[in-house]
């Protein structure tokens, strides 16, 4: 059975791990997820790639933290992390959060709250591969 | 021995992805920070957040341990 | 391909249900979706089964007509609703919704807003099969 | 002719999903639930929506077509 928080290289599969939750308890109600995928047009650029570099040992530790803060802080009774490093294409997966709780508006909250927090605590950085050239892209503050 | 990492952003401006700087007593986060970011002008206007061992630090003024992993990072964009 | 929104006694797989929303456009950057579960406990009582009976017609016309005001209204790419009918068991899945958009807060508002909409409005309606008996569920106001 | 119909616990307590009403001239919607209300009392308890030929309607003054179906409908609970 897969880890519930990982950084990767390889896609993942929505329904492994919806299985993956699902298999810990049948009192889950609901089940929020968000997927995001690599789009092929940012800022009025074209867009061919993303490429993700991690500081690896640092984000795999700060998105456990989350995740353990979610299930405190949401009454979750599990949830999963998945976040895909190296290069990705358009319309690909990049990242998968899953919250599950005995009812729907826990579970959103925390799905939304994880996608929110991972973005500001996370150390990951995003390169966009364009047809004029490569640039790392800084976040709006 | 203090290993120093960047990611990134700013490895990229920095032309690496980690350097080492020799220990010496007393020596903070400050200090290494404004020695680095003289030398690496360009790639330290990126940088955002400090991080030793692993956890961000907010105050500059702690002192270092010999051994420590300090990164020096732009604001995140990962998601 | 299967239609955007559906009723039917068969599972789903969350995985094919997102690969037909990607399929419709490269520029989705953000998919929110709501899985609701079969949850074997409800209200202190264990649950062998839920069993769902709806209004076919009726509902598959207020499910159409909620996604086209969920991507009106939220300015999303694309939507699917499928609900299951007949007997789940304990863990089974029972209603999916997804909600793709550029950015990832409009899809969360609109999965959400869905799944509200689709239990106030769409005429479906819920039996829950325990040792003691079956009763149908009347929801709280 | 007017075709009811009955749903889940509505159905369950008026021991049939549909039945058949004869039309007749000026048949409005409110005589229509109160005539079945007083045959299926238990059933019509349940009773929140109703719809005609699928789509909700509030105002029970509205007078019904002929060959019209209409559902009288407990509180959803699907999802």
Redesign the interface.
């Known amino acids: 059975m897969s880890a519930a928080v990982r950084i990767q290289i390889e896609d993942f ?3 492994d791990e ?1 299985d993956a939750m ?1 298999g810990s308890s ?12 690599a ?3 940012s800022e009025g650029r074209e867009v061919s790639e993303i490429s ?4 690896g ?3 795999l ?1 700060e998105m456990n933290a989350l995740r353990s803060e979610a299930i405190e802080k949401f009454a979750l009774i599990d949830a999963r992390i998945v ?1 895909r490093i190296g290069t990705v294409k ?2 690909d997966n ?2 998968f959060i899953a919250a599950g709780a ?1 009812h ?1 508006a826990a ?2 909250d925390a ?2 709250w994880l ?1 929110d927090e ?10 966009e591969i364009t047809p004029e050239g490569d640039s ?4 709006h503050p | 021995m203090i290993k120093v990492l960047f990611f990134g952003p700013v490895a990229e401006r920095a032309g690496c992805n980690s350097l080492v700087v020799e220990y010496r007593a007393g020596l903070r986060l400050q200090a290494l920070r404004d020695e680095l970011a003289a030398q690496y002008a360009p790639a330290f206007a990126l940088v955002c957040f400090v991080a030793v061992n692993g956890a961000q630090v907010h105050d500059l003024a702690q002192p270092l341990a010999d051994g420590s992993e300090v990164a020096f990072m732009a604001k995140f964009s990962g998601g």
């Open positions: 599969s929505q329904d919806i699902r049948k009192r889950i109600g609901g089940i929020a997820t968000f997927l995001g995928c789009r092929d047009f993700f570099e991690a500081y040992s640092m984000a530790a976040h358009g319309g990049i990242v005995e729907r579970a959103f799905c939304r996608i991972l973005k500001a605590r996370v150390p990951i950085w995003k390169k790392w892209v800084v976040p």
